[in-house]
């Protein structure tokens, strides 16, 4: 009996020498050149890699949680996601990254200024499902010739944002302001009955902004020149000011019917302390305002607030600034197996089921393709910009293919000298225009 017992742990040892040895040939065959080893080992190195470089901080964790929910879903997959945003600079970040020789596979661009940068890297994705079914202007900075070189991010639109309290009480119904006259003449009208309505003023220019009235007021009176295509802008050698009749009067009627001194006031005054409280029935600005609203007032934000198009008098009339504030793109750089994995994870994340709820209901994102329950976007605002995009009703953002810091250091600069009374408006525009040709030469 004590024999067998020494000859049976003889046997085990031995068995577990051999198992130890077979063990350690496996790990050095699956990182080694050897085509031989188990499947099993090989599962890590079968995975196709893709590094996403992103900058939009906002939705970080739903981001990665989708991300997970992908490789989940498929396991030859493995995305990772660097975020690069907030207080840090993006585009600074992502040129570092470019120049450190680990380039992403996937990142995010601004526009036709940023296109024609990273041109050398970007790689054609109008094979993609989610390119057919962009809606209309939302690839009209990254397009050309035919080729689709980035996917739309989301929307985001802008106009007066009005209190349909204030609106109803005077009856004034809003999708009837179209023109200059008939705004003007409803401002007047709630200017009457303000303090009746516990109004300070009928609306709020937070001119002490520069993006307000730099890129986005003047931006409603610009696209229409360039028809309404960003690329035209870009490539646009000088700016004539075609409607600056119209632009003026709309910074004028702003100011008229504003609260004051206008070039005291900033976005925050504007949203928070004026707009979300009820002192003001009006402002522009866009439906990124919707969470500060909410914020302030929950019931306001979901049920008294709507947006409207600032008037233009022409093609555009009742069109509504729309844009996309980052592109996806997908790196030329990269081998063909990662390059398909990017095409196909980024369609997956536009078009399926799971993906377009995640756009909706964990991203809130106003989305910029078709085939989306508009019944289901997060607020009344971004309803409201989802709705003119879909009707085709929209006016391009060229602010992102003017001369670099032209809109605000120089023509919404200007604004404010005029709005101070130390220019004219004509002498404001032609020291504008004369900035835009010096530095297109």
């Given amino acids: 009996m004590k024999g067998n017992w020494k000859l049976l742990l003889v046997s085990l040892i031995a068995f577990m020498f051999v198992l130890t040895a077979c063990a350690s040939d496996t790990v050095d065959e699956g990182n080694g050149d050897s085509d031989s080893g188990s499947d099993s080992s090989d599962d890590s190195a079968e995975k196709v890699d893709v590094d996403i470089f992103q900058f939009k901080v906002e939705f970080k964790d739903q981001f990665e949680e989708l991300?997970?929910?992908?490789?989940?879903?498929?396991e030859d997959?493995?995305?990772?996601?660097?975020?690069v945003g907030g207080g840090n600079d993006y585009a600074a970040s992502l040129k570092a990254q470019m120049a450190s020789g680990n380039e992403p596979v996937i990142f995010n661009i601004g526009g036709p200024t940023e296109l024609d940068e990273y041109r050398e890297y970007l790689t054609d994705l109008s094979d993609t499902e989610a390119a057919t079914l962009a809606l209309d202007g939302t690839l009209n900075g990254v397009e050309e010739d035919g080729a689709v070189y980035g996917l739309p991010f989301a929307q985001e639109g802008y106009g007066l944002i009005y209190n349909k309290e204030v609106f109803d009480a005077v009856g004034i119904d809003a999708s009837t302001l179209t023109t200059f006259d008939a705004l003007e003449a409803a401002f007047k009208?709630?200017?009457e009955q303000k303090d009746e309505?516990?109004?300070?003023?009928?609306?709020?220019?937070?001119?002490?902004?520069?993006?307000?009235?730099?890129?986005?007021?003047?931006n409603h009176y610009i696209a229409p020149e360039f028809n309404n295509d960003i690329l035209t802008a870009f490539e646009a050698d000088e700016i004539s000011f075609e409607y600056a009749d119209q632009m003026k009067r709309m910074l004028d009627l702003q100011n008229e019917y504003s609260v004051q001194p206008v070039l005291s006031l900033d976005y925050s005054m504007q949203v928070e302390q004026l707009f979300s409280t009820g002192k003001v029935a009006v402002i522009q600005q866009g439906n990124w305002i919707y969470p500060t609203v909410e914020q302030m007032d929950e019931d306001f934000a979901q049920n008294g607030i709507g947006m409207m198009a600032m008037p233009f008098e022409g093609e555009y009339e009742d069109h509504l600034p729309v844009g996309v504030p980052q592109y996806w793109v997908v790196n030329?750089?990269?081998s063909d197996e990662e390059?398909?994995?990017?095409?196909?994870f980024l369609d997956w994340m536009y078009t399926s089921d799971t993906g377009k709820d995640f756009v909706l209901d964990e991203f809130k994102f106003i989305p910029a393709y078709?085939?989306?329950?508009?019944?289901?976007?997060?607020?009344?605002?971004?309803?409201?910009?989802?709705?003119?995009?879909?009707?085709?009703?929209?006016?391009?953002?060229?602010?992102?293919?003017?001369?670099?810091?032209?809109?605000?250091?120089?023509?919404?600069?200007?604004?404010?000298?005029?709005?101070?009374?130390?220019?004219?408006?004509?002498e404001a525009l032609e020291v504008a225009k004369e900035s835009w040709a010096s530095s297109r030469q």
């Fill in 67 to 74: 991300i997970q929910m992908y490789m989940d879903e498929n």
């Fill in 77 to 83: 997959v493995n995305l990772s996601v660097q975020t």
């Fill in 189 to 191: 009208q709630i200017d």
């Fill in 197 to 218: 309505l516990g109004l300070e003023a009928v609306l709020a220019l937070p001119a002490s902004e520069l993006w307000v009235m730099g890129n986005h007021l003047a």
């Fill in 332 to 334: 030329q750089n990269a």
């Fill in 339 to 344: 390059i398909q994995a990017a095409k196909d």
């Fill in 370 to 426: 078709d085939g989306y329950d508009a019944s289901r976007i997060a607020d009344p605002l971004s309803q409201d910009v989802y709705s003119y995009s879909v009707d085709g009703k929209t006016i391009g953002w060229t602010f992102m293919a003017t001369p670099v810091g032209w809109n605000e250091d120089v023509l919404a600069t200007e604004f404010q000298k005029y709005l101070a009374g130390d220019t004219t408006f004509e």
